[in-house]
């Protein structure tokens, strides 16, 4: 089994290791990675724990239990988030090349968080396997396991672009679904180069469309014109900026 994890706590036998210290509103108490190596399957039993748990299904699938025992599957690139005292059982097998990235997590703002971004009442979100959400974990685990000035700080605001990112995705995977095709290349368009002169001329010309046409698909599709949407996707990508640096 390869098991890589940073852990606040030295100890993991600590008896308040699911507690924040006082003062901290979210806290990361560990990060890590796992996936069997060499036995035919790694199978994970938590105690009740008063902490929440996020696991990201990097390949593979995960198995994993209800306290019924029925088994169910979270696939690829698929987020599962355990409540704290929700009963945990999960199992990786080597032949389906099972890897996953977790972390622990609490406080006080961890549950409002999590319902900002329409993550809080879903077992599982599916979304796609992606190198920024891997590097997200790693950089929790690193930070834990290397401990640098502010560290605790540092695991808080790397879980904060974790959940944001995810709602994000999640949103924009849902607009996506709906929108003509002449729409989502805008949107595309938009998402790459949010950071140039991007003029309504150039919009609509990539639209092939006309610029009557193209601000009431916006406003049909995405709730607000072209200009505005240009304008609050660049406001999540500073604020994105802000918290890594």
Do not use: G, M, Q
């Given at each position: 089994m390869l098991l890589k994890g940073g852990y606040y706590y030295d100890s993991?036998?600590?008896?308040?290791?699911d507690l924040p210290p006082k003062g901290h509103i979210l806290f990361v108490f560990s990060s890590g990675h796992s996936k069997p190596i060499s036995k035919p399957y790694?199978?994970?039993?938590?105690?009740p724990r008063r902490d929440y748990q996020m696991i990201y299904v990097h390949r593979g699938a995960m198995h994993y239990f209800d306290k019924d025992g029925n088994?169910?599957?979270?696939?690829e690139g698929s987020f599962l988030l355990y409540k704290p005292f929700e009963y945990q059982k999960y199992i990786l097998y080597l032949n389906e090349k099972a890897e996953i990235y977790?972390?622990?997590f609490s406080g006080t703002f961890a549950e409002t968080l999590l319902k900002n971004y329409d993550i809080y009442d879903r077992k599982i979100i599916t979304l796609s396997s992606k190198t920024k959400y891997r590097r997200l974990y790693t950089s929790l685990r690193t930070t834990?396991?290397?401990?640098?000035?502010?560290?605790?700080?540092l695991c808080s605001l790397y879980l904060q672009e974790l959940i944001v990112t995810i709602g994000s995705d999640m949103e924009s995977n849902l607009m996506q679904n709906s929108m003509?095709?002449?729409?989502?290349?805008v949107v595309e368009y938009i998402h790459e180069h949010?950071?140039?002169n991007i003029t309504i001329a150039i919009l609509v010309k990539i639209a092939a469309s006309n610029k009557i046409t193209l601000t009431r698909q916006f406003e049909k599709y995405l709730h607000c014109s072209p200009k505005k949407?240009?304008?609050?996707f660049r406001i999540e990508k500073a604020k994105i900026l802000l918290l890594q640096t």
């Open positions: 993991l036998i600590k008896s308040d290791r790694i199978e994970t039993v938590h105690l088994e169910h599957i979270a696939p977790w972390c622990h834990l396991e290397n401990k640098p000035k502010h560290f605790v700080e003509p095709i002449a729409l989502k290349n949010y950071f140039e949407y240009l304008n609050k």
